[in-house]
Structures are given as C-alpha cells and as structure tokens.
C-alpha cells in the first residue's frame, strides 16, 4: 500500500529536520574546532554525518512506499556559541526537539493505521534515546571537569578517538 499524501509530506519534513540537524552539527562542528578542541569536533562532524544518515534512511522510505521525495531549503545554523558546553547544551536541546518530532510522525502513523510507517519508525524513536543520551553525558562530563584545564584535554582526546561512518578520498592520495 502506498504512502498517504499527508504521510508523505510529514516525512519531507522530517528529512529537512534531519539535513538541518547535520547542518547544525557541521556548524558546532567548526566551533569547536575554532576553539582548539579537534577532538569534540571530530565527535560533532561524525554526528553531522549520523544526521545525514537518518535523513537518507527516511528518503529511501518515502520511495520505497511509492511516496515522492521534496527537498525543501534548508535554513541556515548559528555559527558560533559562547562555550563548549553551550555547544553540547544546544545539540541536547535540538535532540530534545527532534524526539518531539519524531513522537509526532509516530503520533500520525498510529492515527493513519499505517503500520509499514509506524514499524519503521520504531527505529527513530529507539535512535533518539541514544542520541539524547549521548549528548547529555557530554554535557554532564564537561560540567564535571569544567571548561579548562587538564580535564577539557583528556576528554578531548577521548571524543578525537570517535570512528567516521564514511570517509572522503583526501585530494593528492
Ligand atoms: Fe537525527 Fe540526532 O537525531
């Protein structure tokens, strides 16, 4: 059975949420990479990518249920933020943001009786759990040790340690 229309249009609107999502962290991303942490912003730059992910999860859906995909502009990000742990409190927040939506998408699926979209998007909401937790116990791990220091360093280090999902040929190799 193919997609609703009304189904069809939430999620083109959850797949720009998610592109914005990996806009925003590519933003952070550059942040802190600016403020001399290389590694929280090689942990931010992977999130981007997990962003970019769960958007082309989304996409592949909409066609594969014979829904047409929408691409929609996508807004602009801050740019810069007062601290590392203003960063961490905002990507909380924006997850914060997010499981609301996906709570709505689901919200709508249950209404429709679409059970293709409701089993698929059980994925999301088991997904925005680990992304609201990831985030937080940055957020907690950086209020522990502070802002500076040898603590900021350690943890630095840590977050460099992150795997990409996928990486680019570098020009020259
Ligand atoms: Fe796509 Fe971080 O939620």
């Known amino acids: 059975m193919a997609i609703s229309k009304k189904m069809e249009k939430a999620i083109n609107g959850q797949i720009n949420a998610e592109m914005y999502s990996s806009y925003l962290y590519l933003s952070m991303a550059a942040d802190l990479n600016n403020k001399a942490l290389a590694g929280f912003s090689n942990w931010m730059k992977i999130q981007a990518q997990e ?18 995909v929408t691409l929609d502009t996508i807004e602009a990000p801050q740019t810069e933020w ?10 909380y927040k924006h997850e914060l943001l997010v499981t609301s939506l996906i709570n709505k998408l689901m919200d709508l699926a249950i209404k429709e009786k679409d059970h293709a979209t409701n089993n698929f998007l059980q994925w999301y909401v088991k997904e ?5 937790a990831s985030a937080d116990e940055i957020v907690q791990k950086i209020k522990l040790i502070g802002s500076q220091g040898n603590g900021i360093f350690m943890l630095d280090k840590e977050m460099a340690a992150r795997p990409p999902l996928f990486t680019f040929p570098v020009s020259g190799e």
Request: aromatic content about 12%; proline content about 3%.
């Open 51 to 68: 962003e970019l992910y769960h958007a082309m999860k989304l996409y592949d859906f909409v066609l594969e249920r014979g829904g047409s």
């Open 82 to 91: 007062k601290s590392p742990l203003a960063i961490f409190q905002a990507a």
């Open 128 to 132: 925005q759990v680990e992304e609201e």
